[in-house]
Every structure is written in structure tokens, then in C-alpha cells.
T-cell receptor
Framework: GQQLNQSPQSMFIQEGEDVSMNCTSS?????WLWYKQDPGEGPVLLIA?????ELTSNGRLTAQFGITRKDSFLNISASIPSDVGIYFC??????????????FGKGTLLTVNP | GAVVSQHPSWVICKSGTSVKIECRSL??????MFWYRQFPKQSLMLMAT?????????EQGVEKDKFLINHASLTLSTLTVTSAHPEDSSFYIC??????????????FGPGTRLLVL
């Protein structure tokens, strides 16, 4: 199935540094989501974006819904060791029936060195 | 709110046996649940959409007779891997979507079930 283009694939940073990752798509999504997955666990929702241009924060995390509705980015400020994990973006086309299905990016593996 | 559980968290079985995985929405009713499969170091791939009271909708390439889905109530969906083989070994994750207005309108994921077929 279709996947979103998520980059970078992996990042190795020092504690305290800021992190940025993004997702792009060739088609429009009406909802963009960012999840974090720890090893052996299910994804946990970090931020949900519902409007083009929307900028939303959740603690040290900030995400934006691109104006074209074909992209989104996630920033993590002042990273800490517990930020380690895989971050996935996901797009949802809309409401009703198959529009509820999510399309996922391939993930960004984040490693934070203390 | 919006908590989803899965049981069991891991299972080891012999080739040829069937395995049932349960997905429950603990604090909301979910008319729609989703089943995903994830291989190591890969993203989540949707297997099927489970609709309460009706047949599941399977993604292209997913065998419906192999992966039986039952969504018998608004809080429970089950995935049965029939006649499991080693290639079915994977991490199976379910998600549930709360009704409008309950919480953020998106999918909340369970903790996953690790299946190992010997």
C-alpha cells in the first residue's frame, strides 16, 4: 500500500539538541498525526493536526500541518534520553468509511546520547 | 481516556495451530477497529478494518480465511490466525477509533501482540 515519505530514517543526537523530522505525500490528507513507538509497544499518539497551516504544541513537541495538506513536520526541542524511539507520521484522508484508514510513514529512529 | 488493550501480549505456538488475539477498547465504544501487522524495523501495515456487527474489510493481499476477524461488540474485536506458520510470526497491533466528540478523532493503538510460530 501507499506510504508517506518520512525523513530522516534515523538520527543520532546529543541530549539537549533539537530534532526535526518531516513527512511528505503526493496526495492530500485532511488529518496528520504523529506517533511514537517504543520497542515492543504500540504507537502512542503525540500530536494530531486537523487544519492546513495548523501549528500545535505538546510540551517540547511542536508539529505543523502543511498549507498544501501534503506535508507535516515534527520538532522536538531540548531532547532528553527518554525521547529515544521510533516516530511515525500518519495521514488520514477524512471521515467516513475507508477515509478513516491511516497511511503511515516508514518511521524515524531517534537515538539520544546522554 | 482512549485506552486500548490487547491480549495476549506475546504468544508462542506450534506450526499448524490457530491463535486468537483480543483487542479491547477500555473506556470508549469503538464501532471501528483496525488490525495492523509490523515486521522488525518496518512501519505498520494495515491488514483489515473491523466493523462492529458486520464483516471485516481486508486490505489487498491479506487472506481473509487466514486472518479471521470478529467484532462482536462495541468494545471487542478478535483476530484469529488460523493454521499459523513461521512466516506469520510478527507483531500484531490493533487500534480503535472513538466516536465523534469523545476525544480526538483518530486511532488509538493497543500495546501489540508478539506472535512467534515455531
Amino acid at each position: 500500500g501507499q506510504q508517506l515519505n518520512q525523513s530522516p530514517q534515523s538520527m543520532f543526537i546529543q541530549e539537549g539538541e533539537d530534532v526535526s523530522m518531516n513527512c511528505t505525500s503526493s496526495s492530500i490528507f485532511n488529518t496528520w498525526l504523529w506517533y511514537k513507538q517504543d520497542p515492543g509497544e504500540g504507537p502512542v499518539l503525540l500530536i494530531a493536526l486537523y487544519k492546513a497551516g495548523e501549528l500545535t504544541s505538546n510540551g517540547r513537541l511542536t508539529a505543523q500541518f502543511g498549507i498544501t495538506r501534503k506535508d507535516s513536520f515534527l520538532n522536538i526541542s531540548a531532547s532528553i534520553p527518554s525521547d529515544v524511539g521510533i516516530y511515525f507520521c500518519a495521514g488520514q484522508r477524512g471521515r467516513g468509511g475507508s477515509n478513516y484508514k491511516l497511511t503511515f510513514g516508514k518511521g524515524t529512529l531517534l537515538t539520544v546520547n546522554p | 481516556g482512549a485506552v486500548v488493550s490487547q491480549h495476549p501480549s506475546w504468544v508462542i505456538c506450534k506450526s499448524g495451530t490457530s491463535v486468537k488475539i483480543e483487542c479491547r477498547s477500555l473506556d470508549f465504544q469503538a464501532t471501528t477497529m483496525f488490525w495492523y501487522r509490523q515486521f522488525p524495523k518496518q512501519s505498520l501495515m494495515l491488514m483489515a478494518t473491523s466493523n462492529e456487527g458486520s464483516k471485516a474489510t481486508y486490505e489487498q493481499g491479506v487472506e481473509k480465511d487466514k486472518f479471521l476477524i470478529n467484532h462482536a461488540s462495541l468494545t471487542l474485536s478478535t483476530l484469529t490466525v488460523t493454521s499459523a506458520h513461521p512466516e506469520d510470526s510478527s507483531f500484531y497491533i490493533c487500534s480503535a477509533r472513538p466516536p465523534l466528540g469523545v476525544t480526538q478523532e483518530t486511532q488509538y493503538f493497543g500495546p501489540g501482540t508478539r506472535l512467534l510460530v515455531l
